[in-house]
């Protein structure tokens, strides 16, 4: 399997314009999740879904942030307006199941909003 | 609330020399599970070595072991004959079977001096 896979994997972006960040997770994995990474904050989870359905969004920063998982294989994140303090890296994970399995990164998306 | 203490921000290990990261978690719950996740500087987080709390035994994984106290609550990894690809961010994290989130610790930057 090739893994998570995020795209893009780089985007620099201006203040104010729409984001959007993509995700694939591995094939037969029903949770996903969607962290944020800062030096700041560390390691946060924004939302994770079960078979496509959203979970857990209380990590959510504010209401310009929407996921959506419309189908087993694919995950937007979007960020609408963009602002600088949203600059990060953006991880997408999978995991079998819940639980305490294993969650799986992909590579991650560095956002840098100017 | 559940939380994961990492207390050294950064460590240093001469190559081919075993240096332990320690880890300290805080859960009421009796069914957990335990995970060192290394991310090196790709960004890419790859999971190490996970342990279940039902098993005494502690988890191996090549140079990689831990050293899991459950009374103590405490759950360090022993990393045997450092080599330079060894350098990177490790995070100490714990989920559970009542719950599909994972916590993770705040990190702990490892260095290999040649």
């Known amino acids: 399997d090739a893994g998570v896979i995020q795209s893009p994997r780089h985007e620099v972006t201006e203040m104010g314009q729409e984001v959007t960040l993509r995700c694939k997770p591995i094939s037969g994995h029903d949770y996903l999740f969607w962290y944020r990474q800062t030096m700041m904050r560390g390691l946060e989870l924004l939302i994770y879904?079960?078979?496509?359905?959203?979970?857990?969004d209380s990590g959510m920063p504010e209401d310009r942030f929407s996921a959506k998982m419309p189908n087993a294989s694919f995950s937007t994140l979007k960020i609408q307006p963009s602002e600088p303090r949203d600059s990060a890296v953006y991880f997408c994970?999978?995991?079998?199941?819940?639980?305490?399995?294993?969650?799986?990164f992909g590579p991650g998306t560095r956002l840098l909003v100017l | 609330a559940q939380t994961v203490t990492q207390s050294q921000p950064e460590m240093s290990v001469q190559e081919a020399e075993t240096v332990t990261l320690s880890c300290t978690y805080d859960t009421s719950e009796s069914d957990y599970y335990l995970f060192w996740y290394k991310q090196p500087p790709s960004r890419q987080m790859i999971l190490v070595i996970r342990?279940?709390?039902?098993?005494?035994q502690n988890a191996t994984e090549n140079r990689f072991s831990v050293n899991f106290q459950k009374a103590a609550k405490s759950f360090s990894l022993k990393i045997s004959d450092s080599q330079l690809g060894d350098a990177a961010m490790y995070f100490c994290?714990?989920?559970?079977?009542?719950?599909?989130?994972?916590?993770f610790g705040s990190g702990t930057r490892l260095s290999i001096r040649p």
């Open positions: 879904f079960n078979n496509n359905v959203p979970i857990d």
């Open positions: 342990q279940e709390a039902y098993k005494q």
């Open positions: 994970a999978s995991s079998i199941s819940g639980g305490g399995e294993t969650q799986y």
């Open positions: 994290a714990q989920g559970y079977s009542s719950a599909s989130k994972i916590i």
